[in-house]
């Protein structure tokens, strides 16, 4: 016994295992490679893949010169100009968390939370998005407190499904509570990147109209779940296996080619019913994955432009560190860990490059350029939405001192998108 040799693990080296024991162990070690599920389709909403327009490495904000900086700040007002620059507020609440809201337990990280997803919940329901016979698809669910109240919202109607999508595993998961009623919860563990909304069996087979909806859904992640909902998804009631959006996103030379198809996919297609996602971090979205490259090229900005933009969005919530610090140690402070990370890598970013942009920019002229950066990367999203059918807009659901990130992102399809009955 004492002669056997134990040898690193080839698919995990954390661990070891007895050489002479090895291929037993790979058949049931947890770090192999699991079978891929049928909805996983590699890449379907990763966006074009043209390695040209990938810039190179680029320098930091804070190795710019003056000069350099002056005219990004000089792009960055003019490709702005003429947007609409003060969001409508359209701060809601919902009879569903009026009890959660005012139990007086809550600490105040329990009670920002609630006040955003109360809010939008309003707006899906001022959109009439919550109703019977519905799929609602939550990205970056993390434990699904966000399908939760829209079930609690939802708690006497009927056929309701909820598909919950995370790469992640979870900790303190809130699905066990929905097991009392008929509501259908389904948890995804899959890359938005990789998910065929179309392949998931439960959606296949009902073909329930979907509802994208999700809470800060952190830089590119929006933009992969918009490609999901809008692109590779579509509900076909023939030619099930035609598949055109995936075809398109696999041999696009340009995003406008992406266009051309709307119309054929109109004839006996249903468009998604509609999309809610508050937006977040967008120093973390990616010119590869982004939707709105045709509006920025149109504006005479490409992938270097971007790259600095999307940089630059984080001077908008600069003052984030102090909120964040002050989370409560309550259970939902779990379910913010995440948000915080982000902001967290946002400061580094910021700070960096404070000395070199001391005598350039003053504090709330770095707020101000910050805050165009991020609704010039918004509103290339919402130009995707409305040249692929649907009507979108973009408002503030929540009060900054709740959350700096306060943007709300709605889409829903446009009269002529909905075919007509047969």
């Given at each position: 016994?004492?002669?056997?040799?134990?040898?690193?693990?080839?698919?995990?080296?954390?661990?070891?295992?007895?050489?002479?024991?090895?291929?037993?162990?790979?058949?049931?070690?947890?770090?192999?490679?699991?079978?891929?599920?049928?909805?996983?389709?590699?890449?379907?909403?990763?966006?074009?893949?043209?390695?040209?327009?990938?810039?190179?490495?680029?320098?930091?904000?804070?190795?710019?010169?003056?000069?350099?900086?002056?005219?990004?700040?000089?792009?960055?007002?003019?490709?702005?100009?003429?947007?609409?620059?003060?969001?409508?507020?359209?701060?809601?609440?919902?009879?569903?968390?009026?009890?959660?809201?005012?139990?007086?337990?809550?600490?105040?990280?329990?009670?920002?939370?609630?006040?955003?997803?109360?809010?939008?919940?309003?707006?899906?329901?001022?959109?009439?998005?919550?109703?019977?016979?519905?799929?609602?698809?939550?990205?970056?669910?993390?434990?699904?407190?966000?399908?939760?109240?829209?079930?609690?919202?939802?708690?006497?109607?009927?056929?309701?499904?909820?598909?919950?999508?995370?790469?992640?595993?979870?900790?303190?998961?809130?699905?066990?509570?929905?097991?009392?009623?008929?509501?259908?919860?389904?948890?995804?563990?899959?890359?938005?990147?990789?998910?065929?909304?179309?392949?998931?069996?439960?959606?296949?087979?009902?073909?329930?109209?979907?509802?994208?909806?999700?809470?800060?859904?952190?830089?590119?992640?929006?933009?992969?779940?918009?490609?999901?909902?809008?692109?590779?998804?579509?509900?076909?009631?023939?030619?099930?296996?035609?598949?055109?959006?995936?075809?398109?996103?696999?041999?696009?030379?340009?995003?406008?080619?992406?266009?051309?198809?709307?119309?054929?996919?109109?004839?006996?297609?249903?468009?998604?019913?509609?999309?809610?996602?508050?937006?977040?971090?967008?120093?973390?979205?990616?010119?590869?994955?982004?939707?709105?490259?045709?509006?920025?090229?149109?504006?005479?900005?490409?992938?270097?432009?971007?790259n600095y933009f999307q940089r630059m969005s984080s001077w908008a919530t600069c003052g984030m560190r102090e909120m964040v610090t002050k989370a409560s140690t309550s259970e939902e402070s779990e379910e913010q860990t995440s948000d915080?990370?982000?902001?967290?890598?946002?400061?580094?970013?910021?700070?960096?490059?404070?000395?070199?942009?001391?005598?350039?920019?003053?504090?709330?002229?770095?707020?101000?350029?910050?805050?165009?950066?991020?609704?010039?990367?918004?509103?290339?999203?919402?130009?995707?939405?409305?040249?692929?059918?649907?009507?979108?807009?973009?408002?503030?659901?929540?009060?900054?001192?709740?959350?700096?990130?306060?943007?709300?992102?709605?889409?829903?399809?446009?009269?002529?998108?909905?075919?007509?009955?047969?």
């Open positions: 016994e004492n002669d056997r040799k134990r040898i690193p693990c080839p698919l995990d080296p954390k661990h070891t295992v007895y050489e002479d024991q090895l291929q037993k162990h790979l058949k049931k070690c947890n770090s192999r490679e699991k079978p891929k599920p049928v909805y996983f389709v590699q890449d379907i909403n990763a966006g074009l893949k043209d390695v040209a327009e990938i810039p190179e490495k680029q320098v930091p904000i804070s190795s710019l010169s003056k000069e350099e900086l002056e005219n990004l700040i000089i792009k960055v007002k003019k490709a702005s100009n003429g947007l609409e620059l003060h969001l409508k507020e359209q701060i809601l609440s919902h009879q569903a968390l009026q009890e959660a809201l005012n139990d007086p337990k809550n600490g105040e990280s329990a009670s920002k939370h609630l006040k955003q997803q109360a809010s939008i919940l309003g707006n899906m329901e001022k959109l009439h998005l919550l109703g019977p016979g519905r799929c609602f698809v939550e990205f970056g669910a993390g434990r699904g407190k966000l399908s939760h109240w829209v079930d609690v919202a939802l708690h006497n109607v009927e056929n309701v499904q909820f598909l919950l999508v995370e790469r992640a595993t979870t900790r303190f998961k809130v699905d066990g509570k929905h097991k009392r009623r008929d509501s259908v919860f389904e948890r995804l563990r899959v890359d938005i990147q990789h998910l065929c909304l179309k392949k998931v069996p439960i959606l296949e087979k009902t073909k329930l109209p979907v509802v994208g909806i999700g809470k800060h859904l952190c830089g590119a992640a929006t933009d992969l779940a918009l490609r999901c909902l809008v692109e590779s998804y579509t509900t076909c009631f023939d030619g099930e296996n035609e598949e055109p959006a995936p075809k398109r996103s696999r041999t696009d030379k340009t995003e406008v080619a992406s266009n051309n198809p709307d119309n054929e996919s109109n004839n006996d297609c249903k468009p998604v019913a509609g999309i809610v996602i508050a937006l977040c971090c967008h120093h973390k979205c990616d010119w590869t994955h982004y939707v709105g490259r045709e509006f920025f090229k149109s504006a005479g900005l490409g992938p270097v432009e971007f915080t990370e982000h902001h967290e890598q946002t400061f580094s970013k910021t700070e960096s490059g404070s000395d070199t942009l001391q005598g350039i920019l003053t504090v709330e002229e770095r707020k101000e350029i910050g805050c165009l950066c991020k609704l010039l990367i918004d509103h290339g999203r919402i130009e995707y939405l409305k040249q692929r059918g649907y009507k979108a807009a973009l408002q503030y659901y929540t009060e900054s001192a709740v959350s700096l990130e306060n943007v709300l992102l709605t889409a829903v399809p446009s009269p002529s998108l909905i075919p007509e009955p047969t």
